[in-house]
């Protein structure tokens, strides 16, 4: 692994949070932003190394990009793997006080308890189920990411369940596997209702694999949020939900977060891990 591993994922995200006093009182913001489109970065594409089984779409935390991650995941021995790694829109952020960063929807604090910004988690979650719509039927798919990638990884799964996004139109992925790194799960309070009396619904919750993965030394989305969130997911009939703590990790990943990445994934997806499939 490269020597820059360990620090992976500070980037971007740690670096500019901790000159904007993040955990000060609540800054003011500059109101909501008018509705409109949005323009979503660069997408790189990590090609699979042997035969493709299976194609996961990767998002960054704020203020980061997806080819940062691409470069990572290039790295990890999962070779029936395809990444997609898109990023995220710039727009003007309220946790930074209306400075503009990539990131997937508005946040004013990273926190479940914060208030939701559906329209831009629609748009993410629209944007990742699009560049999953072409992958072979025989492709297994699935979502994971970092930070608030992994809020909106959470949050797609939570679509997946229910059938369609919170503005209403059809969710269209078959979701196999869902991964959440230092993350939270966004609008917490709303599924029990939206998944109550959707014909199916339950049975996809129970079906698809979760994994959930947190530092317990992080300073910037709580320990505690990740293990509410996942206590939220297992309560609303997630049945495969798998939480691991990291002792002394802060909201970065480390080589043994990645390898328990790579071993969970492989079982979800069954992928083939026979030396053949490696060339
Ligand atoms: C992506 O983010 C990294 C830091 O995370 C930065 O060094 C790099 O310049 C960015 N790349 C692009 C294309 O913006
Ligand atoms: C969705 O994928 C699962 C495997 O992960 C498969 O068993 C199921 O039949 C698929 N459903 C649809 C509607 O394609």
Redesign the pocket.
């Known amino acids: 692994m490269p020597s820059s591993f360990v620090g992976f994922g500070i980037?971007?995200?740690v670096l500019l949070l901790s000159n904007m006093s993040f955990t000060g009182p609540s800054m003011a913001s500059g109101g909501k932003t008018a509705s409109k489109a949005f323009d979503f970065?660069?997408t790189v594409v990590v090609k699979p190394k042997g035969k493709h089984q299976a194609t996961v779409v990767w998002l960054?935390g704020l203020?980061?990009?997806?080819?940062?991650w691409s470069q990572l995941l290039e790295t990890i021995p999962l070779p029936n793997i395809k990444w997609i790694c898109p990023?995220a829109p710039t727009r003007p952020v309220t946790l930074f006080g209306g400075f503009p960063s990539?990131a997937w929807f508005d946040v004013e604090e990273l926190s479940e308890d914060a208030p939701d910004d559906l329209e831009g988690l629609d748009a993410a979650a629209t944007h990742v189920a699009n560049l999953l719509s072409t992958e072979p039927a025989d492709i297994k798919v699935g979502i994971g990411g970092f930070s608030m990638g992994a809020a909106t990884a959470l949050y797609s799964g939570a679509c997946f369940s229910v059938g369609k996004y919170a503005n209403g139109n059809p969710f269209t992925s078959n979701l196999s596997a869902v991964v959440g790194l230092s993350g939270w799960l966004p609008c917490a309070k709303r599924w029990g209702k939206e998944l109550e009396g959707v014909d199916g619904a339950a049975d996809r919750a129970a079906a698809l694999p979760i994994l959930l993965c947190h530092g317990k030394a992080d300073d910037v989305v709580s320990h505690k949020y990740g293990e509410k969130s996942s206590h939220a997911l297992s309560s609303l009939g997630f049945k495969d939900v798998t939480f691991k703590s990291y002792s002394g990790l802060g909201h970065y990943t480390i080589p043994q977060e990645m390898d328990e990445v790579c071993a969970w994934l492989s079982s979800k997806l069954g992928l083939d891990t026979s030396s053949s499939s490696l060339k």
């Not at 203020?63 to 940062?68: I, K, L, V």
């Open positions: 980037i971007g995200s970065g660069k960054h203020g980061d990009n997806g080819s940062s990023t990539t």
